[in-house]
């Protein structure tokens, strides 16, 4: 929408000109490239750029801070194949949405930040202004791409820029920095709506060569204990169909990686996930797909891959460079992954072969004992609750529904989760992604409700939910079909450490204990419920989901639970010096 003639920034006022100005540049530039929702907090300089964008149209869910801002701005990118779009300030306001779009990077998903920033002149000369910054120079190394805009007829084509670098190829974060005096800038309406662009296949196929097609399908056909490994790349593709084609046509056991969950039914006959230490261990030729072999796949080596050389990778991956990251890929297919499969199962005619039965036997044979073990434990109905009672509760609750989406973080309450809690659809389950980040929680499920407006069920350690629960006055305000479950042991992996000294200082990893979490939401008009059984538990949990109300489950878990860092202990290093 143009602005009447006013007095332009720049030259003489032209009499019944119609003029528009950076801030509606930017609203209609985001709005031409359905960009309808933005996630910040307000605050100098972009305030009034927020209250316009929702004038005009745009969703604008303002939070607490902008790291969950950030957060949900990625995981909308993750669902939605759309770079999520995150306002923030200038400076500490930047530097706290830097650390989700850091992470959105890190896990491939699309998010552009956009942060007010003060004029250049001054930050060159350092003259200390109000927030002052080098943004643009602190976000570069963090993110895929990032670009300054320093006059109005330039918005369209720096948003532009910045949709076609957060999704084409491996997907990212970009930032977009914007200087407060940008949006007061006016411009000849009809110029500045020319200047917009709407960005074409933002994101295009691209199709690996016919020859690294065939040396795949050889290496493959090589194989007498085939694994397949989905990735989140390969969720966040939304190639379903053809990835379980793949997958089926293929007959080999998938193991998918903890975001990959749903992908094809983790009570699929093919799924592996319960016998993934044997198949890490024992297969020969192993197909990544949309999967990186770094720290959660033990980098490709090690005990844990069985004989050093006794594997041949197969990667299908979009950047070229993830190749030989970490081990020697046999077979490299860089593409996008739906035209890659594609190519990959035009060669896989009906005379294709499945993996041996005996490898199957094996394979099917462990799990299924895992399997049984674990679904002996989650029966159980301990008092006080410990992770496998309470689990199995969530299990079963998501088991009805399908739809829900799940939001996971903590250590034990992740780890535990991520095998008790089966999967059934893609891209329901989001949680700490590749760096294993802490505090991703209230945003992602803000955005799993915004973006799906399906039911969101987000299981958090006491710990993890410490990092954006203030975030629930945000869910509150906005009304979201969110039920938060606390796994309330009292602290950091347990309840339990004592101060070696004595003193009065509880230990590091303690928090008060019994803690009221509940009384939290009540405080913002949603649902607080204490829950100390199985019982208890499902029933709030049921009620939650069924209404559709804001809630937070307290679930009291026995504070003797847990192991330091879940299951991933052995990453601490541990002191030999005893003092
Ligand atoms: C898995 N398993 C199952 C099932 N699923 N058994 C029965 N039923 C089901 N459905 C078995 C599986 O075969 C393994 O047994 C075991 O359970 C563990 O499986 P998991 O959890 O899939 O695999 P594992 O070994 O933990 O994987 C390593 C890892 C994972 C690093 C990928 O721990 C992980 O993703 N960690 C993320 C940690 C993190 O980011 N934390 C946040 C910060 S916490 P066996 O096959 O017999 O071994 C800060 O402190
Ligand atoms: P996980 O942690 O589940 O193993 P990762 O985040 O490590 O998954 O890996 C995701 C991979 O998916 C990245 O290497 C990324 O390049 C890749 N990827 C993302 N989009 C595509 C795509 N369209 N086609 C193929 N690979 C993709
Ligand atoms: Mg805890």
Redesign the pocket.
């Known amino acids: 929408m143009s602005v009447e003639l006013q007095e332009r920034t720049e030259g003489t006022a032209v009499e019944g000109e119609a003029l528009t100005d950076g801030f509606h540049l930017l609203i209609d530039a985001l709005k031409m490239n359905d960009l309808n929702t933005i996630y910040g907090v307000p605050g100098i300089p972009i305030t009034d750029f927020g209250r316009l964008a929702q004038a005009n149209g745009i969703r604008v869910l303002s939070f607490r801070h902008e790291q969950h801002a950030g957060n949900a701005a990625a995981v909308a990118g993750y669902l939605t194949k759309k770079p999520g779009v995150c306002l923030t300030v200038s400076a500490p306001g930047f530097l706290n949405g830097l650390t989700a779009l850091a992470n959105a990077t890190?896990?491939?998903f699309p998010m552009i930040l956009l942060s007010g920033s003060s004029e250049r002149e001054i930050v060159d000369l350092q003259q200390g202004d109000y927030e002052e910054m080098d943004q643009l120079a602190i976000a570069k190394p963090l993110c895929k791409a990032a670009f300054r805009v320093l006059h109005a007829e330039d918005i369209g084509i720096a948003v532009a820029r910045a949709i076609r670098a957060a999704v084409s190829?491996?997907?990212g974060g970009v930032y977009l920095d914007l200087p407060a005096a940008l949006f007061g800038q006016t411009m000849n309406a009809v110029a500045g709506a020319q200047s917009l662009v709407k960005v074409i296949d933002p994101?295009p196929r691209?199709l690996p060569g016919p020859e690294a097609v065939d040396r795949a399908l050889n290496v493959l056909k090589s194989a007498r204990k085939p694994l397949i490994?989905?990735?989140?790349?390969?969720?966040?593709?939304q190639?379903d169909e053809t990835i379980k084609k793949f997958v089926e046509t293929s007959g080999i056991p998938f193991l998918?990686?903890?975001?990959?969950k749903g992908l094809l039914p983790d009570s699929h006959p093919q799924c592996a996930a319960a016998a993934r230490s044997l198949v890490l261990k024992e297969a020969d030729v192993v197909v990544?797909?949309?999967?990186?072999l770094?720290w959660?796949?033990s980098h490709g080596k090690g005990k844990s891959w069985g004989e050093p050389g006794s594997k041949k990778f197969i990667q299908?991956?979009?950047?070229p460079q993830?190749m030989d990251s970490n081990v020697e890929i046999a077979a490299p297919l860089v593409?996008?992954?739906?035209s890659?499969l594609q190519l990959m199962l035009q060669g896989m005619d009906n005379s294709w072969k499945q993996p041996p039965v005996a490898w199957l036997d094996t394979v099917y044979a462990k799990r299924d004992a895992n399997v049984a073990k674990l679904t002996q434990r989650v029966g159980a109905d301990t008092t006080p609750m410990d992770f496998s009672t309470a689990l199995g509760a969530l299990r079963e609750i998501i088991a009805d529904r399908p739809d829900a989406m799940l939001v996971n973080e903590g250590a034990n309450t992740l780890d535990f989760a991520r095998s008790i809690i089966n999967m059934s659809e893609p891209r329901k389950r989001i949680d700490v992604?590749?760096w294993g980040i802490m505090g991703i929680g209230m945003g992602a499920a803000v955005a799993a409700a915004v973006e799906t407006g399906n039911q969101v069920l987000a299981v958090e350690g006491d710990s993890a939910f410490g990092f954006s629960g203030m975030e629930i006055e945000t869910i509150c305000r906005y009304n979201l079909p969110v039920c938060i479950v606390i796994f309330n042991n009292n602290g950091i992996y347990r309840g339990t450490d004592e101060n070696p000294t004595g003193g009065e200082d509880v230990a590091p990893t303690v928090f008060v204990k019994d803690s009221r979490y509940e009384l939290m939401m009540q405080a913002f008009g949603g649902e607080g419920i204490y829950a100390t059984s199985r019982d208890e538990l499902t029933k709030a949990v049921v009620n939650a989901m069924d209404s559709g109300k804001p809630t937070l489950v307290n679930a009291i878990i026995d504070e003797n639970a847990g192991t330091e860092s879940g299951r991933i202990g052995n990453l601490n290093p541990q002191s030999v010096v005893k003092k």
């Open positions: 890190t896990n491939c190829g491996r997907p994101a691209q490994i989905l990735g989140k790349g390969a969720a966040y593709v190639e998918p990686m903890s975001m990959a990544m797909l949309g999967a990186r770094n959660l796949l299908l991956d979009i950047e993830e593409g996008d992954l739906g890659s992604g590749t």
